[in-house]
């Protein structure tokens, strides 16, 4: 019997891990420190040495580090804040969560990023934030963007949820805008045994709003000098991500060693429109994503064959049901539109197998000439 392919194998990943994580989880147990403490604060300085930026402050999820941060710049109800269409609906849900406006552009068709001429496009008066979203472990064009947004005094916030580790040439990705939040859930790059997420600055101001806001409003217990609420790191993701960051780098060039190898295998198979590196970028490869016609149904075959795989993301957030009272319609952002009915994205995690990503292609061409069999008939 063949072996199925997972898309994501979280098990291998703990399984190096672990002997390293049960003392540090048994001491936490012993002194009862879950909440805070010397692991959070730890892991906050090694996370912020490793991006070099001034501050890192974990909080609870990378939702409410986006809405952390986009507090902590001013931005308010009925602000407008101008990101892509093609993301995770946190990006846009944060936003809304603040009574703010997400303002939807279109990506580019050579990397699905972030357009910055969309961007000059759709500035206004009421434009109080750009986040960029460095999707599937790309940088998006925060060097293109940030004249823009000099220009017009408007802070760059980014979503960084899938780049630990990225870099273009100007710095880390998160490290690169005004402030920039990411998530540590669990099948990311850098992710925790559970939920957990950070807000990374080098702005002391911001900084001290996040932490103050994090904690209910209060840096000291029960003066509360703001109105915030609950979204705190606690101890044991904090001990699980510190072992974690030790081995990022090694992790990444794994998944690079790995994209390398897809490009090597995939290239020669006709209809299949490989993902493209911005020049200067170090991707990290939190998704390796191709475009295809009949997505859906190779995917099928895909799935019938034993072949992780999955679509990030099927539809735009302009085009959800959740934003329809926004008035956008289809047709709007073409870009993202047509990637969104071909993309397909592959197994890759950073023990993907050789053997693995063989059985990956060869299971691909066949559902892929399959479908040029189907049309010449």
Do not use: C
Not at 160 to 188: D, I
């Amino acid at each position: 019997m063949t072996e199925n392919v997972p898309f994501l194998d979280l098990s291998a990943q703990q399984a190096e891990i672990i002997d390293e994580v049960l003392p540090h989880w048994r001491e936490q147990f012993r002194s009862a420190a879950f909440v805070g403490g010397p692991e959070v604060a730890a892991f906050e300085q090694e996370f912020a040495d490793y991006l070099g930026v001034g501050s890192v402050i974990g909080v609870s999820n990378g939702t409410d580090a986006l809405e952390l941060a986009y507090r902590a710049v001013g931005v308010g109800h009925g602000d407008e804040v101008i990101m892509p269409a093609n993301t995770f609906i946190a990006t846009a849900e944060a936003a809304s969560r603040i009574g703010a406006v997400p303002v939807f552009v279109d990506v580019d068709d050579d990397h699905l990023l972030i357009d910055p001429d969309a961007v000059a496009a759709a500035v206004t008066g009421r434009t109080r934030a750009i986040v960029p979203v460095h999707l599937f472990g790309q940088t998006a064009p925060i060097d293109l963007l940030m004249p823009l947004a000099q220009r017009h005094g408007i802070p760059i916030i980014e979503d960084a949820a899938q780049s630990q580790g990225a870099a273009s040439l100007a710095g880390r990705a998160g490290s690169l805008g005004h402030v920039a939040a990411t998530s540590f859930y669990p099948g990311k790059n850098l992710g925790a045994a559970g939920d957990g997420g950070a807000v990374m600055t080098s702005d002391p101001t911001v900084a001290r709003a996040v932490r103050d806001m994090s904690a209910h409003g209060s840096a000291v217990k029960y003066v509360h000098h703001r109105v915030g609420f609950n979204a705190r790191l606690d101890a044991v993701q904090a001990t699980v991500l510190r072992v974690k960051l030790r081995r990022l780098d090694g992790w990444n060039s794994a998944r690079q060693e790995a994209a390398a190898f897809y490009r090597q295998v995939l290239g020669a198979i006709e209809g299949v429109r490989l993902p493209a590196v911005r020049p200067g970028n170090v991707d990290v490869w939190h998704l390796y994503v191709i475009r295809l016609a009949e997505r859906d149904r190779v995917l099928a075959e895909l799935t019938a064959d034993g072949i992780g795989a999955g679509i990030h993301y099927p539809t735009p957030v302009h085009l959800t049901e959740a934003y329809a009272g926004l008035g956008y319609r289809r047709g709007q952002f073409p870009v993202a539109e047509a990637a969104a009915e071909r993309i397909l994205s592959l197994p890759m995690f950073p023990h993907l197998l050789e053997d693995q990503q063989q059985r990956v292609a060869a299971s691909l061409a066949r559902a892929i000439s399959r479908e040029r069999v189907t049309v010449r008939a």
